[in-house]
C-alpha cells in the first residue's frame, strides 16, 4: 500500500483513535498526521479491535502508541504484544508509581515485561539480542495530569524506564485546583516544568494541542509530537462544514 502524503511539518501530528475506525487512520495518515494514539482509557475498544486497529495504522506507515486503560502488567503487555510501538501510562501518582508501572513496560534487566513472542517477532523465534532492541525500540510515556506526579516530575523523568513525559492538561488543571484548563497562566507554567524536566534528562515530552497559545507555547519547548484532534471530533467539525453549507443567513 502507497501512502502519499499531503503534509510534511518538523513538529510530529498526532490524533486519538477512539474507536475502531481504519478509514480515520487512512484519512489521517494522507493528511500528514505521522503518529495514532490508541484510546483504551476514554475510548471504545475491546482488546480484539485494538489489536486490528494497531495492525492497520502500522501498514499506513504510522507510529503507533496505545494509552492504556490503566497502568497496569496485563493492559501494558497487551498493547505492547499487539504490535504498539509505546505506551502511554494514565494517572501515574508519582515517582514510586511510575516505577512500579513502567517496569511492566520493559524486559527485564530494565523491567518485569513478559515475554508473549508472536506479532513481537515476527511470529517465528525470537532474533538474539531482541529483548535489548525491543527495549530500545518500544516507548513508554508517562502522564503527567495531577498534583503529586507534578510534583515528582523530575524524578520521574528520571528513571531508565521512562522514555517520556506525556501532559494531561485537563487532568492536571483540575487536580491543581483551577478548573477547566485555559491554556494560559498557572497551566503554562506547569507546562513549562514538565518540559524542562523531560529536557534535563534528555527525553522528549508530548501532550494534545487545541489552540494556537498551546501550539505556540509547545514549539518554543521543543514539543516531540502534538495530539490534535479524535476521530470523533474530527467527524462532528466536518458534519458541522456541510450544516453551515446550506444554512440560510440570517
Known amino acids: 500500500m502507497t501512502v502519499i502524503r499531503m503534509a510534511s511539518r518538523h513538529t510530529e501530528l498526532a490524533f486519538w483513535l477512539m474507536t475502531p475506525n481504519e478509514n480515520a487512520c487512512e484519512i489521517a495518515s494522507i ?3 505521522g503518529t495514532v494514539i490508541i484510546d483504551m482509557e476514554h475510548g471504545t475498544f475491546e482488546p480484539s479491535t ?3 486497529s494497531i495492525t492497520i495504522a502500522k501498514a ?3 507510529t ?3 494509552r492504556v486503560a490503566s497502568a497496569e502488567r496485563v493492559p ?3 498493547a505492547l504484544d499487539f504490535g504498539s510501538d509505546g505506551v502511554i501510562l494514565p494517572q501515574i ?3 514510586e508509581h511510575a516505577r512500579a508501572a513502567t517496569a511492566f513496560a520493559k524486559f527485564p534487566p530494565l523491567g518485569v515485561r513478559g515475554f508473549g ?3 513481537t517477532v515476527n511470529y517465528a523465534p525470537a532474533p538474539r539480542h531482541f529483548v535489548e532492541a525491543e527495549n530500545r525500540r518500544t516507548k513508554c510515556w508517562v502522564m503527567i495530569e495531577n498534583a503529586q506526579a507534578l510534583e515528582e516530575v523530575e524524578k520521574i523523568a528520571a528513571l531508565e524506564a521512562v522514555d517520556g513525559l506525556f501532559i494531561g492538561p485537563n487532568d492536571l488543571s483540575l487536580a491543581r485546583g483551577r478548573g477547566e484548563y485555559l491554556a494560559d497562566g498557572s497551566d503554562h507554567d506547569d507546562i513549562r516544568r514538565i518540559a524542562g524536566a523531560a529536557q534535563t534528562h534528555d527525553k522528549p515530552w508530548a501532550m494534545p494541542v487545541l489552540s494556537k497559545l498551546d501550539r505556540d507555547l509547545a514549539r518554543s519547548l521543543n514539543i516531540a509530537f502534538m495530539a490534535t484532534t479524535d476521530d470523533l471530533t474530527a467527524l462532528r467539525d466536518g458534519l458541522a462544514v456541510g450544516l453551515q453549507m446550506v444554512e440560510e443567513p440570517h
Open 50 to 52: 485494538a489489536a486490528r
Open 76 to 78: 501494558i503487555q497487551h
Open 117 to 119: 513472542g508472536g506479532k
Open 31 to 33: 493528511l500528514g498526521y
Open 64 to 66: 503507533v502508541y496505545t
Open 93 to 95: 501518582e508519582g515517582v
Open 60 to 62: 499506513f506507515g504510522m
